[in-house]
């Protein structure tokens, strides 16, 4: 098993760009989540899903979208970049809601 | 929200030493979990906690959920240098019920001088 993929690695943004970070697993897990990692401080959840077609805002969702149309896949969408979003991205997963498997992360810079 | 304090928030230590970290809170949780952060990398699960005054090890890492459920405690014997990272707590409540309960601490950043 792959477990967690995510893709890309690395991206810069100009200031109102748009983008889709992808996420994949391939674990059959239901549950399935979207953080974002600032330096120095813990993951903040930005949205979440409970299986597919079923989506749910986290503690932080403004300015980002999601979409779950397939167990599988969980991709987050970032409409109008602004520089606020420069983080790292993780999705994670899991097959009840306590044990969440992390991807490698997606290292973002909006200029 | 929820509020996770750890601490220490970091650590240089000598390896060969054991290494004791925590995580409290002034809010109950109903499960704990550690996670350990590789520069570049994303948090790997080391232990879950799912019942007060549990005791569970995995190889030298011993994790133990607190007795007042506000606090649990990571320990690790005999660093090596691969024990190097962040270690985080996450802790789970059931208020709301939802997926979304998981609170992460800030991280502990652990430094072995060789």
């Known amino acids: 098993n792959a477990g967690v993929t995510q893709t890309p690695k690395f991206r810069i943004l100009k200031i109102g760009q748009s983008m889709t970070l992808q996420c994949t697993q391939d674990m059959n897990h239901n549950y399935m989540y979207w953080y974002r990692q600032d330096p120095g401080m813990g993951l903040k959840l930005i949205y979440y899903s409970v299986g597919a077609g079923i989506t749910d805002k986290g503690e932080v969702p403004n300015g980002y979208n999601v979409s779950r149309s397939t167990t599988e896949d969980f991709p987050l969408r970032l409409e109008l970049a602004a520089p606020s979003q420069t983080s790292v991205y993780f999705c994670a997963s899991s097959h009840d809601i306590y044990e969440q498997y992390f991807g490698p992360g997606t290292r973002l810079t909006v200029t | ?114």
Not at chain 2, 14 to 27: A, H, K, L, P, W
Not at chain 2, 58 to 68: C, H, K, P, V, Y
Not at chain 2, 84 to 90: H, K, P, Q, R, S
Request: aromatic share 12%; glycine share 14%.
């Open chain 2, 1 to 114: 929200g929820q509020q996770l304090n750890q601490s220490p928030q970091s650590m240089f230590i000598q390896e060969g030493e054991d290494v004791s970290m925590n995580c409290t809170s002034s809010s109950i949780f109903n499960t704990w979990l550690w996670y350990k952060q590789d520069p570049g990398e994303g948090p790997v699960l080391l232990i879950a906690l799912y019942k007060a005054g549990e005791l569970t090890s995995n190889g030298r890492l011993t994790a133990q959920f607190g007795i007042t459920r506000k606090d649990s405690f990571l320990n690790i014997s005999a660093s090596i240098p691969s024990d190097v990272g962040i270690y985080f707590c996450a802790g789970y409540t059931y208020s709301g019920g939802g997926a979304d309960g998981l609170t992460f601490g800030k991280g502990t950043h652990l430094i072995i001088q060789p």
